[in-house]
T-cell receptor, first 115, second 110 residues
Framework: ETGVTQTPRHLVMGMTNKKSLKCEQH?????MYWYKQSAKKPLELMFV???????ENNSVPSRFSPECPNSSHLFLHLHTLQPEDSALYLC??????????????FGNGTRLTVT | GENVEQHPSTLSVQEGDSAVIKCTYS??????FPWYKQELGKRPQLIID?????GEKKDQRIAVTLNKTAKHFSLHITETQPEDSAVYFC?????????FGKGTSLLVTP
């Protein structure tokens, strides 16, 4: 059983819809991340939060809007997405964002399809 | 930003043989190098990692080597088994970000 839980597991949405992805970690970690995983591409870092404060935003389009209300929860709000945004969205957490000895623990991901 | 190159993209070996996956990185300030295994339909899971002040680390059949001067690191799997079949990702940490390679799809045939 993973310590990082993502919902929903699968999501199909139209280009005009608004939806949210949810991530919850039960590991007592202080850092949380959103990654995008597309076929034949590296895992792409989207956002990094440390103690609810966003510390990195990797030039992600504004149609993706993260929210971190506390150190255990992370959301990714989606609106007016494009078909090329279809991918597996992975949430991860780590004990601290700056420590080099703080591995990432991933959730199972949300498979997003934009029609 | 950090650029991580990973080779090969696919690798097929016979059960019992060794497998080697190689990665290079661009940012000399990178100080942490984990390897993740992702089985089909599952999340990436950490299998081994190495810090920049260490040249080699071994855990049973898995070993990782790091050459800081050349900025490359490698994953070695010995005595491969069918359950080792998965996609393997290398990564390098620079600042807050953990940057990943594109992945190597390893197939171990009985």
């Amino acid at each position: 059983e993973t310590g990082v839980t993502q919902t929903p597991r699968h999501l199909v949405m139209g280009m005009t819809n608004k939806k949210s992805l949810k991530c919850e970690q039960h590991l007592g970690h202080n850092a949380m991340y959103w990654y995008k995983q597309s076929a034949k591409k590296p895992l792409e870092l989207m956002f990094v939060y440390s103690l609810e404060e966003r510390v990195e935003n990797n030039s992600v389009p504004s149609r993706f809007s993260p929210e971190c209300p506390n150190s255990s929860h992370l959301f990714l709000h989606l609106h007016t997405l494009q078909p090329e945004d279809s991918a597996l969205y992975l949430c991860a957490s780590s004990l601290m964002v700056s420590s080099y000895n703080s591995p990432l623990h991933f959730g199972n991901g949300t498979r997003l399809t934009v029609t | 930003g950090e650029n991580v190159e990973q080779h090969p993209s696919t690798l097929s070996v016979q059960e019992g043989d060794s497998a080697v996956i190689k990665c290079t990185y661009s940012d000399s300030a990178s100080n942490y190098f984990p390897w993740y295994k992702q089985e089909l339909g599952k999340r990436p899971q950490l299998i081994i990692d190495i810090r920049s002040n260490v040249g080699e680390k071994k855990d049973q059949r898995i070993a990782v080597t790091l050459n800081k001067t050349a900025k490359h690191f490698s994953l070695h799997i010995t005595e491969t088994q069918p359950e080792d079949s998965a996609v393997y990702f290398c990564a390098a940490k620079s600042g807050y970000a953990l940057n990943f390679g594109k992945g190597t799809s390893l197939l171990v045939t009985p």
